[in-house]
């Protein structure tokens, strides 16, 4: 099955400093990699996904990068803000049987 | 669009004991998922299903896990006997379920176990 390795497990940055967390896979089937933000106490949230037909996609003072040759993906977080403290985890999927298995998580902390 | 709904939010029982979980996913969702979520680490799948058939439940400790969904809508999952270290988040989630499709994965709020 598949394989999700992500890093750092935790990360503090100053406020208006960006975050980079990185996540790599190990089948090369899979094709759809989505990125979840989980606040204490609550569920996971998707805020980012991207496609294997894409190098790059951004969302506001989001963006995530995908090197299908390397098998590994990124979450850009820029100018970062206290409400961006959570938990992240990253996840590979390929489309058929639609199964996510997802990275450890990592723990960003904003500080003010 | 309401949300997976999951109840209850806690629920705190002694080693031995048995418990059950409910997860009603958004509604036209064909795909329904469990998993658990032990503290720091990421959601591992316990089962997965399409309509009411399992499609996944390599990873479901089946002397003491079960899991049903009647009618292709509502699931419950069940832990009988519980052990300490089933202590965590079971989280239900669910997707569209189209075929030949990368799709979105919607999360409930879990189910928060504690098993002393």
Do not use: M
């Given at each position: 099955?598949?394989?999700?390795e992500?890093?750092?497990?935790?990360?503090?940055?100053?406020e208006g400093?960006?975050?980079?967390?990185?996540?790599?896979?190990?089948?090369?089937?899979s094709n759809?990699?989505?990125w979840?933000?989980?606040e204490?106490?609550?569920r996971?949230?998707?805020?980012i996904?991207i496609?294997?037909n894409?190098?790059?996609?951004?969302?506001q003072r989001?963006?995530?990068?995908?090197?299908?040759?390397?098998?590994h993906?990124?979450?850009?977080?820029?100018?970062?803000?206290p409400e961006?403290?959570?938990?992240?985890f990253?996840?590979?999927s390929?489309?058929?049987?639609?199964q996510f298995?997802?990275?450890?998580g990592?723990?960003?902390?904003?500080?003010? | 669009?309401?949300?997976?709904?999951?109840?209850?939010?806690?629920?705190?029982i002694?080693?031995r004991?048995?418990?059950?979980?409910w997860?009603n996913?958004?509604?036209?969702?064909a795909?329904?998922y469990?998993?658990q979520?032990?503290?720091?680490q990421?959601?591992?799948?316990?089962?997965?299903?399409q309509?009411n058939g399992?499609?996944?439940?390599s990873?479901?400790?089946?002397d003491?896990?079960?899991?049903?969904?009647?009618k292709g809508?509502d699931s419950?999952l069940?832990?009988q006997?519980?052990?300490?270290?089933?202590?965590?988040?079971?989280?239900?989630?669910?997707?569209l379920?189209?075929?030949?499709?990368?799709?979105?994965?919607?999360?409930?709020?879990?189910?928060?176990l504690?098993?002393?």
């Amino acid at each position: 099955g598949e394989n999700v390795e992500q890093h750092p497990s935790t990360l503090s940055v100053q406020e208006g400093d960006s975050a980079v967390i990185k996540c790599t896979y190990s089948d090369s089937a899979s094709n759809y990699f989505p990125w979840y933000k989980q606040e204490l106490g609550k569920r996971p949230q998707l805020i980012i996904d991207i496609r294997s037909n894409v190098g790059e996609k951004k969302d506001q003072r989001i963006a995530v990068t995908l090197n299908k040759t390397a098998k590994h993906f990124s979450l850009h977080i820029t100018e970062t803000q206290p409400e961006d403290s959570a938990v992240y985890f990253c996840a590979a999927s390929w489309y058929t049987g639609n199964q996510f298995y997802f990275g450890t998580g990592t723990s960003l902390t904003v500080i003010p | 669009e309401a949300g997976v709904a999951q109840s209850p939010r806690y629920k705190i029982i002694e080693k031995r004991q048995s418990v059950a979980f409910w997860c009603n996913p958004i509604s036209g969702h064909a795909t329904l998922y469990w998993y658990q979520q032990i503290l720091g680490q990421g959601p591992k799948l316990l089962i997965q299903f399409q309509n009411n058939g399992v499609v996944d439940d390599s990873q479901l400790p089946k002397d003491r896990f079960s899991a049903e969904r009647l009618k292709g809508v509502d699931s419950t999952l069940k832990i009988q006997p519980a052990k300490l270290e089933d202590s965590a988040v079971y989280l239900c989630a669910s997707s569209l379920g189209r075929s030949a499709t990368n799709e979105k994965l919607f999360f409930g709020s879990g189910t928060q176990l504690s098993v002393l």
